[in-house]
């Protein structure tokens, strides 16, 4: 399974299905169409910084192990959701594999310079009133 720029084996997703909770009738009770899809990405040789934007992407998805746990209950048949599940693996490998854009630092502009100083010189006049004659500083 390729998504951008990496190749996903098969061997390291585990899908497993179980029972769906909410409504649904009868039916909720006896078939098994929500979809837990486990992807190991500690075994999947990410590089490094992937690994480490999907890390703090997955967020509480993540085991301590590194398993990415996916759980989609959201369809009432187990191909879609088994779909939905896969769909949302990708979405998250893909989101990982986007670098974040440097910050550019900025520098204050000649006018903001000059209003600070302004704003500085006001300041430390009124302060300067403020100030006893007759006392020496």
Known sequence: MK???????????????????????QNVNKVATAVELRFDARRAGLPEDVAARLM??????????????IFA???SSQPRNR??????????????????????????????KR???EAKGRRGAVKALRQDASEPD
Do not use: C, H, Y
């Open 115 to 117: 209003r600070r100083l």
């Open 3 to 25: 998504i951008g720029d990496l190749f996903i084996d098969e061997s390291w997703i585990a899908e497993s299905f179980v029972r769906a909770s909410g409504p649904g009738g």
């Open 73 to 75: 209950q959201r369809f």
């Open 56 to 69: 703090r992407l997955a967020g509480s998805r993540m085991t301590n192990d590194g398993v990415i746990v």
């Open 83 to 112: 779909e939905d599940a896969r769909e949302r693996l990708s979405a998250l490998l893909l989101k990982a594999q986007e670098a974040p854009r440097p910050r550019r630092p900025t520098r204050p502009t000649l006018a903001s």
